[in-house]
């Protein structure tokens, strides 16, 4: 089975901070991505990547950044954490498209519920 | 872009009961996956199917391609079934959600 794993479920950062979520896949897949997800709003893509070293943005990069220097690990950074970054963020990967069966199947962590005071 | 459209927003049913919740989407995919998200905020994957029909234990979904639907069937519900489910498709290189179905089982 596919796992995927976040550093931390809860976590709570004061404003300004710089917070660092990490993320592990073990399935060897190229693909990794970052959400946040706020009520009312639904799952929105953060960045995503689609190998080592390589970033591309989604709908709402700004305020974030990330690092991918391995294959398994995708790393997001907020580099000076606001309220409006208070979130439920979520992780995924998936394999790249057109690669067989079940190509580009999303597979997601548990989440990490980030508050920022 | 494609707009992907769940129904309905919300359903509560007893314990046992059957239902089908839907997604219609804009355009043609070949990509699209039902996920259920628990109420620890936990994503899990249901089924990856972008036509055809699937089954796994009390959940079955099918999709329609040429029509541009699918559906997710539940019966028998438990308690444990509550929470919201997300239908997604393969836009240019990410997926694309629709608003999802939050569905409370009673006991």
């Known amino acids: 089975d596919v796992k995927v794993t976040q550093s931390s479920r809860y976590l709570v950062k004061r404003t300004g901070e710089k917070v660092f979520l990490e993320c592990v896949q073990d399935m060897d897949h190229e693909n990794m991505f970052w959400y946040r997800q706020d009520p009312g709003l639904g799952l929105r893509l953060i960045y995503f990547s689609y190998d080592v070293k390589m970033k591309e943005k989604g709908d709402i990069p700004e305020g974030y950044s990330v690092s991918r220097e391995k294959k398994e690990r995708f790393s997001l950074i907020l580099e000076s954490a606001s309220t409006n970054q208070t979130s439920m963020y979520l992780c995924?990967?998936?394999?790249?498209?057109?690669?067989?069966?079940?190509?580009?199947?999303?597979?997601f962590g548990p989440g990490t519920r980030l508050t920022v005071t | 872009g494609i707009q992907v459209e769940q129904s309905p927003p919300d359903l509560i049913l007893q314990e046992g009961a059957n239902s089908t919740l839907r997604c219609n989407f804009s355009?043609?995919?070949?990509?699209l996956q039902w996920f259920h998200q628990n109420p620890w905020g936990q994503l899990i994957n249901l089924f990856y199917?972008?036509?055809?029909?699937k089954q796994n234990g009390r959940l079955s979904a099918t999709t329609v391609a040429t029509e541009r639907y699918s559906l997710l069937y539940i019966s028998s519900s438990q308690t444990t079934d509550s929470g919201v489910y997300f239908c997604?498709?393969?836009?240019?290189?990410?997926?694309?959600w629709g608003a999802g179905t939050k569905l409370i089982i009673k006991p």
């Open positions: 995924a990967s998936s394999t790249l498209i057109g690669t067989g069966q079940g190509s580009y199947e999303q597979y």
């Open positions: 997604a498709v393969l836009g240019n290189y990410q997926l694309i």
């Open positions: 199917i972008p036509s055809g029909t």
């Open positions: 355009d043609s995919v070949n990509n």
